[in-house]
């Protein structure tokens, strides 16, 4: 019992010391296989084929969880391990504020046009379309009216998916016409701004439309009516040196990119290193510029109770005096929330 015997192994849980000879293995069994396709060129349809969509799983820039696309639209495009916000469509957000997710939408028929004749590696046209088939806007703002608990609201929504919600002759005239709405119907109006500022493709043109909005915010002004901006991730150039900073409640989502120019031209131009975060919401309720950071989940009822501060309780005539009484009012319902 003390030899070693060939092809053997110890045992250890028999009696110690127990040596057990094992039987030869089969000089077959390495040809042997558990599965063994009977018979070749089997090849399955396209139809029948379960393949993943593309950008189905989507990889969160500040932590890197990777969520599918459905639970992150059921979280409102909020990452549901760091609450970063993602970005939110236009119609997402009128989803998400008006009451009953009912609203009446305005200005789906306005095109831009291309006066200017503008083309660098296609022309504009053509990059018009391809946005449009893209996004199924008809431009970089969608406008609609309804009401947010119980009281009437006129919103423009600017959607960056269309080239990067970039302000044209469009977004202009739709922000416009959204304002004299609220004006004509004695509503409260919110501009959503998520933009890389003026649309380059038309040069001045783009440009107008920040003093043009401007214009007839002051006209809500005059009437006493209150303008909500929310500015959410990106909202920069043009967008933000216009409409975005005008408002009464000037609101933001956390983390939101807020500026006109980038870190690096500001830091050329000054010679200054900057200050870390210096362009984000956070950083900007701090210095003044923002009055609430407002998370996506509490938007709607943080809208209504800043509205309910505002309008009697007819939910369709508003307090007087206009600038005085609005003033104060803010800064009961700022310090409130």
């Not at 028999?14 to 039987?23: E, F, I, K, R």
């Not at 095109?111 to 503008?118: G, I, N, T």
């Not at 947010?148 to 970039?166: E, H, Q």
Request: include cysteine; charged fraction near 20%; hydrophobic fraction near 40%.
């Amino acid at each position: 019992m003390g030899a070693v015997l060939p092809q053997s192994v110890r045992c250890e849980a028999a009696t110690p010391y127990l040596w057990v000879m094992l039987t030869p293995p089969d000089p077959t069994y390495h040809d042997m296989a558990w599965f063994k396709r009977q018979s070749a060129g089997i090849v399955t349809s396209k139809a029948e084929q379960n393949e993943t969509p593309e950008g189905y799983w989507i990889k969160c820039p500040e932590c890197e969880h990777i969520t599918s696309q459905r639970e992150l639209e059921d979280n409102l495009n909020v990452c549901p391990k760091c609450n970063h916000h993602h970005t939110m469509s236009g119609l997402g957000y009128f989803e998400l504020l008006f009451d009953e997710g009912k609203y009446q939408r305005h200005d789906a028929h306005l095109h831009s046009a291309d006066p200017l004749e503008f083309q660098d590696k296609k022309d504009y046209p053509s990059r018009i379309l391809a946005a449009e088939k893209k996004s199924g806007l008809n431009d970089a703002v969608v406008s609609a009216t309804g009401t947010v608990g119980g009281n009437p609201l006129s919103v423009a929504a600017m959607d960056f998916s269309f080239i990067g919600g970039s302000m044209g002759s469009v977004v202009g005239e739709v922000i416009t016409r959204g304002i004299r709405r609220a004006v004509e119907e004695n509503r409260a109006m919110l501009i959503i701004s998520q933009s890389g500022g003026a649309r380059m493709m038309e040069g001045a043109l783009s440009l107008m439309q920040m003093a043009k909005t401007s214009a007839n915010l002051a006209l809500l002004a005059e009437r006493g009516l209150p303008f909500f901006s929310l500015m959410t991730h990106p909202t920069t150039g043009g967008v933000t040196a216009s409409y975005a900073m005008l408002g009464d409640f000037n609101l933001a989502e956390p983390g939101a990119l807020i500026g006109f120019a980038g870190p690096r031209v500001i830091r050329e131009t000054i010679g200054r290193d900057l200050p870390k975060g210096f362009q984000r919401a956070e950083f900007l309720v701090e210095k003044g510029f923002v009055d609430l950071i407002v998370p996506r989940h509490s938007l709607r009822k943080t809208m209504a109770g800043l509205m309910e501060q505002i309008f009697e309780s007819s939910a369709t005539s508003l307090k007087s005096p206009a600038s005085n009484g609005r003033s104060k009012t803010k800064k009961a319902a700022v310090k409130a929330k």
